[in-house]
């Protein structure tokens, strides 16, 4: 199946509610709090939540969004300050340079990360930072489900996992070998939130709780969290 076509069947499964949606939107706020200058390129917007906290940040968005179905609804949020590319990365051309560079839960999708690293790296500011968050296959959830039997190994893909185009599943040595293989530096390497149960399972639990362990993440070594924040430079 070509990457495309692949991209437009996730779109369809891919859903960003109920907890999953909880973390979403805590972590697009860390996103564009973290984010400098006017200027801010995003990765893969799926249904443009981190856009939305982007677009209060910056003076001008750029999307780049190769599923037609999410660039569509990243359009019908009518943002004037958003501009939606539909096109891969790979194939994205720009005669400027962006501050801040936002890939949020974009390199377990792709074929070659290291790649598309190294071509957002030509496209960010000398004074830039790219702003990365991905799964984080040590979190306690996983660590769980390897301790019950459910997984043979904390970085397994679940069906899950391959329902939502996820190619591969990072911790955080992984991730820092990725993006320092990209010729790019790691300045803060971080975790987000705490999940030790299934989203289902978390769903379960009240919103009090919820955020309780949201905020315990910030507690936790980067080893543990349910998402991993890497903010590295040129």
Do not use: W
Not at 56 to 74: C, L, Q
Not at 75 to 81: H, K, S
Not at 206 to 212: F, N
């Amino acid at each position: 199946m070509r990457e495309l076509e692949r991209l437009e069947v996730v779109a369809v499964d891919y859903q960003q509610d109920g907890f999953e949606g909880l973390m979403t939107h805590a972590s697009a706020d860390r996103l564009a709090r973290r984010g400098t200058g006017s200027r801010c390129l995003e990765v893969g917007a799926a249904v443009g939540i981190t856009t939305e906290y982007l677009s209060r940040h910056f003076d001008s968005v750029v999307v780049i969004e190769p599923a037609s179905r999410y660039a569509a609804m990243v359009r019908a949020r009518g943002l004037p300050n958003v501009t939606v590319v539909e096109t891969l990365f790979e194939d994205f051309v720009s005669d400027q340079t962006y501050h801040t560079i936002v890939m949020a839960h974009f390199l377990e999708h792709v074929e070659d990360p290291r790649r598309l690293l190294q071509t957002a790296g030509r496209l960010l500011d000398p004074d830039g930072a790219i702003l990365i968050t991905v799964p984080n296959g040590g979190s306690l959830h996983r660590r769980v489900g390897v301790l019950s039997g459910m997984l043979d190994a904390r970085t397994d893909l679940t069906p899950a996992d391959h329902s939502i185009g996820h190619r591969r599943v990072y911790e955080a040595d992984t991730l820092r070998a990725e993006v320092e293989g990209a010729g790019l530096r790691v300045d803060r390497l971080v975790g987000h939130f705490c999940k030790p149960l299934s989203n289902t399972q978390m769903q379960e639990l009240s919103p009090e709780a919820q955020a309780a362990f949201l905020a315990l993440g910030d507690e936790l070594p980067p080893q543990f969290a349910s998402e991993l924040f890497v903010e590295c430079r040129l």
